[in-house]
């Protein structure tokens, strides 16, 4: 036991310190970025599960209102960037209707703000991550890093 | 000689696409849409701030850009912040024809319900990009 214990505290911690970064992964086509962030910033692959991403890259002409359509050479070229890093916990990474933002794992993260919060103007939509998460779009949502009304909320706590 | 029938003989000639800058493309749209065309501003503003009913949540182009080209945008749905459209602000801005070939194609078929026309494309690049009358 008494040797075990520095590995387990060290799994435990390195798996709490890494639950708010998701680095973009080396290997990420720039056709993901580059298609993935015209509308909203590049989600990272590990905030959903593989079929949660097979299912949202399967119906992208009706994609939350919007026609995002790609070509089927781009559509695969991302789906298999998003299988390779995509959650395994189906869990805590899907939801009905396959926002990231209904996951089990987003709400409790964010269970401590009203949802009138991502309404506000300088909001505008739960998609808008960077509006709060200053480094969103290098895959960090440290809570030092969080801005605004996002930051007196947490300083209020 | 008018500008269009020359940007189409620089076409035909070099047979590759022109050096890619607003003015570059907004005249070969132009070309493409007939030898006596003329891309207008007024015309491209008036398409570009046009009511519209495709789409509920983009019921025109200013949902996102704005009603003017020196201001950001934000995406309808998402709130993403959207650069200027104007190239004068945002450098990049109408410097790959693909790019904006894809956004028309896109963005034409979401909010305006179909295609856009050559002389359509032509009119709003010369009211976004102030390069023409």
Known sequence: ?157 | MRPSQIALLFLLYTGTAPAETPAAIEAAYAAQAGTDFHASAVRGRIFFTARRTASPAFDACTACHTDSPEQAGRHAITGRVIAPMSPRLTLSRFSDQAKVEKWFHRNCREVVGRECSAGEKADVLAYLGGNSR
């Open chain 1, 1 to 157: 036991m008494k040797s075990i214990l520095p590995v387990l505290f060290t799994a435990l911690f390195a798996t709490a310190a890494q639950a708010d970064v998701f680095p973009v992964p080396s290997d990420a086509p720039a056709i993901w970025r580059s298609e993935c962030s015209s509308c909203h910033i590049a989600y990272p692959p590990q905030l959903l599960a593989k079929p949660a991403w097979r299912h949202l890259m399967g119906g992208l002409d009706k994609h939350f209102g919007d026609n995002a359509k790609l070509a089927p050479a781009d559509v695969a070229a991302i789906l298999a960037f998003l299988e390779r890093y995509g959650a395994t916990d189906g869990k805590r990474f899907s939801s009905a209707n396959g926002r990231i933002s209904e996951t089990r794992w987003f709400l409790k993260e964010h269970s401590e703000l009203p949802a009138t919060a991502f309404r506000t103007k300088a909001v505008g939509s739960v998609s808008n991550c960077a509006a709060c998460h200053a480094r969103a779009e290098q895959g960090s949502y440290r809570e030092r890093e969080l801005l605004g009304p996002a930051q007196d909320h947490e300083r209020s706590k």
